[in-house]
């Protein structure tokens, strides 16, 4: 076999290559650099790269026939052929993939076989390539198909490159006809699980940070999988050839080809860019293709995030089109046999139900593809009765979506049909994302269908924002089978359609130039006149929409206690059933950010948030607070000790009536008496501290009871000392009584372990605590000598700035800091040492570390995002800070003391946008 290079490329190498292959390869990889940033496809790199490995193998295997004499000569070209596997078969190779090759012979080939093939092998050993090799009869070939999943697939791209043609075809007659041409649907089962296998390891969402662009869902793998299947159960090779039987659509044709062609183009830049098989696309590495694929950032969209969009949009087809096809070709046998033997049910005069499937006869179908309602109703079938649409028909449906018109989903029926399905019960996001992925939702709310695939590029945000509504709607509806405060919220709720309706549209003012929330505004109006609300409907969904981060902002930054909060908050929400459905709302949004964002700590400041505003929306008594409930606590903690004196009522009341209503309401009884047996042991000078494993949260609390006049700055000593051993501080409560008793709480998770940490870990960090505080340990040495901090540091390529807020009006009494940071181990220390050498006592916090980035957003610029943390203060006399030098010079240190802590060089050019108050 000859190979006739289709370029000068590969044709000024190959001479080169005679001489100096391993130059001629290195400067091949780096011709094909060049062409890639020249605008070279994925495609023609990987076919130049083939062709020019293929001749010096071809070339390899005729020098080892010359030198080997005239017998070796016979065999090889009459008894043996060297042969690629695997995607080198395909003609796939990108820049540093491996090479998959198999020497195939017969038993007249003698001796002479593992000689020749030794040669080969060894010539691409010395030229660095990772080589999957074998050497293998017919018979052995077929032998192990049967034995072995990998190597049954890597034969089924078999490609001959030299030796005898006629033995290879000889094998491939064979092989198609015993191996391929048998058991396919067992075949096509094993594939599907093995790639549920690779998704479990390399990621079960498309939506991945850091995706692998060959292995993650998505990703080359399912095309490969397609393929696969598609030569296993009709024996056609290619995309054209089941495209022209009738086996794939042409439209599903073009997408997958697209996709795939920009796949390949992405895998060769990572290749060539790392000088290795780099299959991850990394942040860094998004930013870098985005600008060499052409994408500039906008005044509301950055480069990157366009590119990923891109990237998601074609993974995500990719996607669904490969399980799709994957389940007709299941389908096949199944119908066969079933088409007797099911009854087959026809209901509405247009839908027939088989077993658990749902479809449409065909005659019948191009009546309800061009007709919205009975679309409508087809989905709403399916939810109701919990059965599944016909690929088939999901896949007509998808192409008719093109040439189908928004007008024509204007009407009432449809508006009528689609907010039942909003209403559920049951199977409402299920039925959204499949409208989503036959293009159909699109048709009733337009603005779906420029959202989709758009990412949001930080580390918090897992999904895009498609994707992240209709799994927000998903984990609203889990909550009608959870038994907590919120679930049985969400079962009170009246109108889920509504709520559902909210949930979908809430973030889908992205990608704007403007604010999201503004954006959204518009667009819930919009949606309620399209679909006909009335006056009532319409304030609902407008407000939910518009103001879907007010909940979070005002739960996770402000103190509920205070009625300069509550009421205003109160006022915006105005009746129980909008705040109810702005709790869900609130709480499905979190949760879909990502796992575990909706921690149980969130959990519980949006129900005290919710339990406070109820009786101020219903014009109800504040059953939550006064004597009676105060009176019930005392007992609750008194039953916490053992022989309790009818005198100690009177000082557990006292010790009470000096803690704040945050604490009372959110601490158990338990810690509560904990943190009172600690009081009345504390002696002057002394330092206690309570620890505990708080297993509802899933994290340690160190709560030091002192007295005030230990040592200044006890609130930042504490955050140092835990910082430095290696804690993550999630959240603190911060209390110094009237009496200058200090009963500082933190909240943390310990990286060093899973679960429970061990109880001398616990009661290390708590005696590391006390000998700072004590002044036995210097924090600063022992800062310096803890490298955890700059070692566990990951920032990202490019830090957000640093801002720093002040709200003077929110509270009567203190002055509020908020600063917004990139989130680190060790900054909470940072901040709270700045603010002790401003001379500022903190009354209060609120640390949100890893809050999520829209609540941010609706109060600053795009981009800010990853932690807020608030702090109540007052100068140390005690009182608000009001002098506007000295509030600006508060600013600016903290900003400056977080920077330098960063590494973040600090331009004295760079104003300092600290909000505060003129």
């Known amino acids: 076999m000859t190979v006739t290079p289709n370029n000068g490329l590969s044709a000024e190498f190959l001479r080169g290559a005679e001489t100096d292959p391993v130059s001629a390869l290195a400067g091949h990889r780096r011709a094909l650099r060049q062409r890639l940033l020249d605008g070279a496809t994925g495609a023609e790199v990987m076919a130049a790269l083939t062709e020019f490995v293929d001749a010096l193998i071809i070339d390899r295997y005729r020098s080892a026939m010359r030198q080997a004499g005239e017998a070796a000569q016979i065999a090889g070209a009459q008894h043996c052929c060297l042969v690629a596997l695997g995607g080198y078969g395909q003609r796939e190779l990108a820049p540093y993939s491996d090479i998959d090759v198999m020497f195939l012979y017969s038993e007249e080939a003698g001796e002479a076989a593992p000689v020749l093939f030794r040669e080969v092998l060894h010539h691409l050993w010395d030229l660095g390539f990772h080589v999957g090799h074998s050497m293998r009869t017919i018979d052995d070939c077929i032998e192990l198909a049967g034995q072995d999943l990998t190597i049954r697939t890597s034969m089924m791209t078999s490609r001959f490159l030299a030796g005898s043609p006629s033995l290879f075809q000889k094998f491939y007659r064979r092989y198609f006809k015993e191996v391929v041409g048998r058991g396919a649907g067992r075949f096509i089962e094993q594939k599907m699980e093995e790639r549920r296998r690779e998704y479990v390891k390399f990621g079960q969402t498309i939506y991945l940070l850091e995706p692998n662009v060959k292995k993650s869902k998505g990703g080359l793998r399912d095309f490969h999988l397609l393929r696969w299947v598609g030569m296993a159960r009709f024996q056609s090779s290619t995309l054209q050839d089941l495209t022209d039987r009738g086996l794939l659509s042409r439209q599903d044709c073009l997408a997958l080809t697209e996709a795939r062609d920009f796949l390949w183009r992405v895998r060769a830049f990572l290749h060539v860019e790392a000088g290795m098989a780099q299959e991850i696309l990394s942040f860094d590495e998004q930013v870098r293709l985005a600008s060499l694929f052409g994408f500039r950032d906008r005044p509301h969209l950055l480069g990157v995030e366009q590119f990923m969009q891109q990237y998601y949009r074609h993974t995500v087809g990719l996607h669904e089109t490969m399980l799709r096809f994957v389940d007709r ?5 199944a119908k066969s046999r079933s088409a007797r033997a099911l009854p087959v049910a026809m209901v509405d005069g247009y839908f027939v139900v088989t077993s658990r499937h749902l479809t449409v006869p065909s005659e019948l179908r191009a009546r309800v593809l061009d007709s919205p309602d009975l679309l409508l109703r087809l989905f709403d079938m399916a939810r109701s009765r919990r059965l599944k649409i016909d690929t088939g028909l999901l896949d007509e449906i998808h192409s008719h979506m093109d040439s189908a018109s928004n007008e024509a989903f204007r009407t009432p029926e449809v508006s009528r049909v689609f907010l039942k399905i909003l209403a559920g019960p ?8 499949a409208m989503h992925g036959a293009h159909l939702l699109e048709k009733l709310i337009p603005v779906f269908a420029t959202l989709r695939g758009l990412m949001q590029f930080n580390q918090y945000h897992k999904y895009t924002v498609d994707e992240h509504t209709l799994l927000a709607v998903a984990k609203a509806e889990a909550l009608a089978l959870e038994s907590g405060a919120i679930g049985e919220v969400y079962q009170e709720i009246r109108r889920k ?12 003012g992205k990608g704007r130039k403007e604010d999201h929330c503004e954006a959204g505004k518009a667009i819930a109006e919009e949606t309620a006149e399209r679909l006909g609300c009335d006056e009532q409907e319409t304030r609902t969904l407008v407000f939910l929409v518009h103001k879907h981060l007010l909940m979070a902002h005002t739960a996770f930054r402000r103190d509920p206690y205070d009625q300069k909060v509550l009421l205003p908050f109160a006022k915006e ?3 129980p059933e909008v705040l109810r459905m702005l709790l869900v709302l609130t709480a499905a949004d979190i949760a879909a950010v990502g796992p575990g964002v909706l921690t149980k700590w969130k959990e519980s400041l949006l129900v005290q948030l919710y339990r406070r505003t109820l009786p101020a929306v219903s014009g109800e008594q504040d059953t939550t607070v006064g004597p009676e409930c105060l009176k019930e606590l005392i007992s609750e903690v008194a039953r916490e000790f053992t022989n309790t004196a009818a005198g100690e009522f009177d000082w557990i009341e006292l010790q009470l009536s000096q803690f704040p209503l945050r604490y009372l309401h959110g601490t158990s009884p338990k810690r ?12 002057a000078g002394e330092v206690l501290v309570e620890e505990t494993f708080n297993e509802e949260l899933g994290m340690s609390e160190y709560t030091v009871i002192t007295h005030d006049n230990l040592t200044p700055g006890i609130f930042s000593k504490m955050a140092g000392a835990m910082a430095a051993e290696g804690l993550d501080i999630l959240d603190a409560q911060i209390i ?3 009496d200058g008793i200090v009963v500082n709480t933190f909240q943390a998770s310990d990286p060093d372990y899973v679960g429970v940490p061990p109880e001398d870990r ?3 960090v708590a005696e590391r605590i006390i000998r700072v505080l004590k002044g036995e340990e210097a924090l600063d040495q022992l800062m310096r000598r803890n490298t955890r901090l700059s070692a566990v540091r990951h920032l990202p390529a490019t830090r957000q700035a640093t801002e720093v807020e002040i709200d003077n009006g929110i509270c009567d009494k203190l002055t509020v800091i908020d600063v917004f940071a990139d989130d680190t181990q060790g900054l909470l220390y940072i901040i709270t040492r700045a603010i002790f050498q401003l001379g500022l006592s903190v009354h209060a916090a609120r640390i949100s570390t890893r809050l999520d980035d829209d609540i941010q957003q609706s109060l600053r610029t795009v981009g800010r995002h990853q932690v807020v943390d608030v702090f109540y203060v007052t100068d ?3 009182g608000k800070i009001e002098d506007h030098a000295r509030l600006e010079a508060i600013c600016s240190t903290i900003k400056h003391e977080i920077d330098v802590f960063m590494g973040q060089p600090v331009d004295a050019s760079e104003g300092v946008s600290t909000g505060v108050p003129s």
Do not use: F, M, N
Not at 426 to 433: E, F, I, R, Y
């Open 573 to 575: 929400v105005e009746t």
């Open 762 to 764: 616990r009661a290390s």
């Open 497 to 508: 359609d509504l709520l559902h309706l909210a949930i979908l549209l809430h973030d889908l």
């Open 329 to 333: 070709c299941q389908a096949v046998p």
């Open 426 to 433: 049951d199977a409402v996001a299920g039925t959204l994302k």
């Open 736 to 738: 110094t009584r009237d």
């Open 672 to 683: 509560i008496a904990a943190h009172l047996g600690a009081i009345r042991r504390l002696k």
């Open 876 to 878: 140390r006399d005690g």
